[in-house]
């Protein structure tokens, strides 16, 4: 008499293997620093990790399932985009902004921002656990050095932190979208609009 597999044991799915797994993770991020988000491909992915596209689609629904898993998991550059206070608002807001343009004045970089604008786009669960962790660092920094500014007198009492450090998110993801680098003029202009809305009256 033959022995019948049960059929439970036909659904449950193989354990990743934590190597393969990591090849993966790695050629996603070597291939998003080299040929940028849109280039990269399950084929691709698969070739550069050596396995198969099978073990790919097991194992993540997309690519942009990859990258998120790549990015959450790995080191994040730019994360360290917070300069000291100083005794000026102003000086430090530009400081921000001269951080942030240096960073993206690298052709990786650049094209971690758009993947991450892609990747929202098309997963809003996954672009919003990116998001949230590039860009709270950020936010932190902002609305910290505009609530000391607040507590001295230097900004009115009714402005919302939060709003401008939105402004300079949006500044800094606009400029890598269309790839035009943060000028020191436009940073000035940039700033002096900023103070201006923020000044006390």
Do not use: C
């Not at 799915?13 to 399950?42: K, N, W």
């Not at 550059?77 to 206070?85: I, K, L, R, S, W």
């Not at 921000?96 to 892609?118: C, D, G, M, P, Q």
């Amino acid at each position: 008499m033959s022995e019948v597999t049960p059929r439970y044991a036909q659904t449950v799915p193989r354990p990743r293997s934590e190597s393969a797994r990591q090849s993966v993770l790695a050629a996603m991020r070597r291939a998003l620093s080299v040929d940028g988000y849109d280039a990269v491909t399950i084929e691709g992915l698969a070739a550069e990790a050596g396995v198969s596209k099978q073990t790919i689609y097991r194992w993540w629904p997309s690519k942009a399932a990859i990258l998120g898993e790549s990015l959450l998991e790995g080191e994040l550059p730019g994360g360290d985009v917070a300069p000291p206070f100083s005794a000026d608002l102003a000086a430090d807001l530009r400081g921000w902004f001269a951080t942030a343009a240096e960073h993206l004045s690298r052709t990786e970089n650049v094209e971690l921002a758009r993947a991450l604008i892609a990747v929202t786009a098309t997963d809003p669960a996954l672009g919003a656990a990116l998001n949230h962790r590039f860009a709270d660092p950020i936010v932190s920094w902002i609305v910290a050095r505009i609530l000391r500014a607040q507590e001295e007198g230097a900004v009115r009492a009714d402005a919302d932190p939060a709003a401008v450090a939105d402004q300079f998110l949006a500044a800094t993801s606009y400029a890598a979208l269309l790839g035009r680098p943060l000028s020191a003029a436009r940073v000035d202009a940039l700033v002096d609009l900023v103070m201006r809305g923020i000044a006390p009256g």
